[in-house]
């Protein structure tokens, strides 16, 4: 079964911290690297996504880095914000192939920033 | 309104009964999903569907069942409801060419 590890489930930052979410893959055929950010009562929305073909990618206070060799991506959000409160979900999919689309999810990360 | 919506938004049911929960996208999307949320579990794809008439088992389909005769909707069936079926389900979408998911508000289900 593919899988995409999470971790922490949980984090705690105060105001102006920098959390830090970390998750790794098996299948290397995904190509698409994408965190989603959920808010309480709300559906999933897209927050900032990479490809393999580089290491990071920043856009605002959110920057994704990216170890292909290692099988393994992260979201680190700078300056964070009590707004940033919400569950950070990691996924990988691939564009080809029968499957085209199809998000794996890892299983959340809960954030709390405190003011 | 454009988007992406589902209903009902809350649902109570008993054991045993068939649910249909539904989802209709406004984009003329390829592709629609359902996922499931369940604490400690994060989001597990249900089934999904590349195009009408198109559609495949994810995960976690057992007791599900889908169809898709037009492009826009995509109901899920809970065939007879179970309390493990207890969750809040929410349907997605993506277009052609394009790799971004559009959630829907979720459906929060409880069988009693």
């Known amino acids: 079964q593919q899988q995409v590890k999470q971790s922490p489930q949980s984090l705690i930052v105060q105001k102006g911290g920098i959390p830090i979410i970390n998750c790794a893959y098996e299948?290397?055929?995904?190509?698409?690297f994408p965190w989603y950010q959920q808010f309480p009562g709300k559906g999933p929305a897209l927050l900032i996504a990479i490809r393999p073909d580089v290491s990071e990618k920043k856009e605002g206070r959110f920057t994704i880095s990216f170890n292909k060799s290692a099988k393994q991506f992260s979201l680190h959000i700078m300056d964070s914000q009590p707004g940033d409160s919400a569950t950070y979900f990691c996924?990988?999919?691939?564009?080809?192939?029968?499957?085209?689309?199809?998000?794996?999810f890892g299983k959340g990360t809960k954030l709390s920033v405190k003011p | 309104d454009a988007g992406i919506t589902q209903s009902p938004r809350y649902k109570i049911t008993e054991t045993g009964r068939q649910v249909t929960l539904m989802c209709h996208q406004t984009?003329?999307?390829?592709?629609m999903f359902w996922y499931r949320q369940d604490l400690g579990h994060g989001l597990r794809l249900i089934y999904y569907?590349?195009?009408?008439?198109?559609?495949d088992k994810g995960e976690v389909s057992d007791g599900y069942v889908v169809s898709r005769s037009k492009t826009e909707n995509f109901p899920l069936t809970l065939e007879s409801a179970t309390r493990s079926q207890t969750s809040v389900y929410f349907c997605?979408?993506?277009?052609?060419?394009?790799?971004?998911?559009?959630f829907g508000q979720g459906t929060r289900l409880t069988v009693v």
């Open positions: 569907s590349a195009a009408a008439d198109i559609t």
């Open positions: 984009w003329s999307h390829s592709y």
């Open positions: 997605a979408s993506i277009g052609n060419g394009l790799q971004e998911a559009f």
């Open positions: 299948n290397t055929a995904f190509d698409y």
């Open positions: 996924a990988a999919s691939t564009y080809y192939g029968g499957s085209q689309g199809n998000l794996i």
